[in-house]
Structures are given as structure tokens and as C-alpha cells.
């Protein structure tokens, strides 16, 4: 994955700050913009994994703080429902101006409410995904209730959201009650997917079915069962973001990736807060690399050995069979084991030197079919002339350069 810190004004002229993230080979086929929840910020836990997901399917995705939050400029007390959608239509604006228009928006909690609002006005819009987001902002009432009428008598007060405090003035209360999102939601002539924690304490699941009840179709729900509002588990925020890139693949277009610009089409990309954690892009496929715990990683994906011996494995499956079938030979499966370790050299030029160890692929070969003895020792045979066994059992160079693009 690659990242630009960018900046975008606002309708009042102020700047906000946000992160765009592309896939690795810097190539996505689609944008989406992600809305945080109410008093968040872009890099809260949820939303950060939720856009790592979208971009590991292809797509580029903008998250940024909204006014008055994280790093955009503007109070959050001058902020309303309203300013939040108008922030999500001027992102759009800016993807649309230096990129292309976004087609996927998707968004947490009210920021969900925020989105489908923004994404009525947004044209290009073609799928709105909505995670644990109440049926109505009314919701974040319950929020403020105890400094309500201090808010309606003196015109604002401070009050204590998440730990952190922030003033609440009036117009954002007026401004609350004026919006009908299950009006919206009915009318609203684009994909809407539905994502809701059955143990929500925050957010009850009913807000999910009155938002599901009212919208037309096409229309889906998910069921996070297990997480909290805020998805704070990172697995919980992962799934979310691929069942959200799963879905929306189906009602945005999709244009054959361009080649990347290497020999052999693949990209690796690591960020540096990441860990061990890399996504890469293997010609059309993207993927995950990582290490496992007790390493330092996430254990999201197959570590680079692994990969290196899944290479191996494919490669002498694939030569056997196409090999079998040129002599109608009855390979009914293959199956390859590969374990790599190091290993004493057995033919080694410094046998003297204890430490003398070299990488070691051992293949253990599962044949089954109606085959002679003398067709499995030519198999065996076959399989160690795969292109991977030949590349590994040779002397091979490789030749790094430094690239001067972005």
C-alpha cells in the first residue's frame, strides 16, 4: 500500500486534512471515501482497517477527519449533521478533481447516516455501505442528555463524549432534528449494505432493521456478531472492511487492471506503523504477506517463506498433471508437501565449518490414480523439472535498483 497525506477546503473555506491510500501498484480500479463516527478521527482503529481491506481488493480509499476533529481545521462546536455531509460531498469533489470520482462511500456509526445523506448528492456514488449507524441522528442525543437543556437555555455546554470534552451548541441540536434518514434511505436509488453488531450497547440493533426495512433494493445486511460499536478488535474491523469489499465489487465497474511495471507483475508494500504486515499485488491478485505472532506480526497472511514454498508446491502440481494428461496417464490428484528449513549441507565446499548450513525445500508427493510403478517414478521424475525446482536448484541473480517514481 501507498499513502499521501492530503488537504481538501471544506464549504466554509476550511482546510481538511485526510490520507488517501492506493494499492500497491498505485493503480486502484475504484475510490472510496470512508466517514468516520461522531467525535472520531480518521485514524481511529476501525476506520484505518476497514480502508486497508478496501485498498487490499484494489480500491483507493480517502479517509479524513471532519471539521473541527483530528487534524482539519474549524471548532467542533461551530460543526452540525449537516456540515458532516457537506465535508463528504467537498472529499468527493477532491477525488473527482485530482483522481476519479468516488463509487463507493462508506461510513461508521452517524457517519453512516452522514454518508447516505452525502451520497444522494453525490452522482457518482454507486454503493453506500453503513456500519453500526442509527436509524435516525436523534440517536446521539442520548449523548448529550444530561446537558440538553443547558445547551437549549444558555446556547451551548460542554459535555463529555469518549473521554474527551467537547462544546455542543445549539444549532447542532436543531440542526439534528431536522433530518429523516429512513425518508432518505427509501429513496435512495443505490446499493446500500447494512453492517450491525447484534451486541451493540451503543447503537441497538433495531436501528439496523428500521434502516433496512425502509430501504429499497438492492439492499444487504451483515451480521458483526461479537464486536463492539467501535469494532475496537481488529479482527471485527477487518472482516467488516472485507465483506464491505466483497459486496461492492458487484455494483461498481470494474476495468481489467493495467499491467504493473515489472517482468513479473508483482508489487509489495509496507507501510511503516504496519509491522510485519505487507500488502502485495500479484498481477490481478492482491494478497497478504506477514509474519506470526511471536515474530512481532499480525499473522494476517502467509509469511514470505511461505510463500516461496506455495510457489514451489503449485508449480510441481501443475507440471505433473500437465504432464500426465499429454500421456493420458489416470492422475486423479496431486497433492505436494513442501517444508523448508536449513539444513547441513550434505556436498558442502566448507564441511570443516559447523555452522555450514544451506536452505533446504523437502517435497513430499501424494500421487493418487490407476498408475504403475514405473508411471510414478517417471512423475517423480517430472516433478522435480518444474520451472520453480529449476529456479531454486540453480544459481540465480538478483538485481536491485532504486525507482524514481512518486
Known sequence: MTFQ??????????????RLELPPDRRPHNFAILAHCFTCTKNITATVNI??????????????????????????????????????????????????PPTLIVGH????????YAAEKIDSIRAVAVINSPSSPEHVMHLIKDEEEKIKEKGKALVNIGGRDFYIKKQFIDDIYTHSP????SNLQKALLILHTPQDAIVDIKNAERLYIAARHPKSFISLDGADHLLSNREDSRYAGEMIANWAVRYVDIESAAPIRTQHQVAASLDAEDLFTTQLR????????????????????????DLLSAGLAACTAMTVQMYARRKEWNVENITVHINHSREHAIDCEKCEESNAKIDTFKKSIELKGNLSDDQKRRLMQIADRCPVHKTLSQKIQIISSLSTDG
Not at 471532519?66 to 458532516?84: I, V
Not at 429512513?182 to 434511505?185: G, L, N, W
Not at 500479484?282 to 517463506?305: I, Q, S, W
Open 182 to 185: 429512513s425518508e432518505v434511505v
Open 282 to 305: 500479484m498481477g490481478k491478485h492482491n494478497f497478504l504477506a506477514d509474519e506470526p505472532v511471536r515474530f512481532g506480526g499480525n499473522n494476517f497472511g502467509p509469511t514470505p517463506y
Open 5 to 18: 497525506k492530503v488537504s481538501f477546503k471544506n464549504h466554509k473555506d476550511q482546510l481538511l486534512s485526510g
Open 109 to 116: 456509526s452517524l457517519g453512516g447516516i452522514a454518508s447516505i
Open 51 to 100: 480502508g486497508r481491506a478496501l485498498t487490499l481488493a484494489g480500491f483507493g480509499v480517502l479517509r479524513f477527519d471532519f471539521t473541527g476533529l483530528g487534524e482539519s481545521e474549524g471548532d467542533f462546536e461551530d460543526s452540525n449533521f449537516s456540515g458532516n455531509i457537506q465535508d463528504l460531498i467537498a472529499a468527493a469533489g477532491y477525488l473527482k478533481e485530482n483522481f476519479l
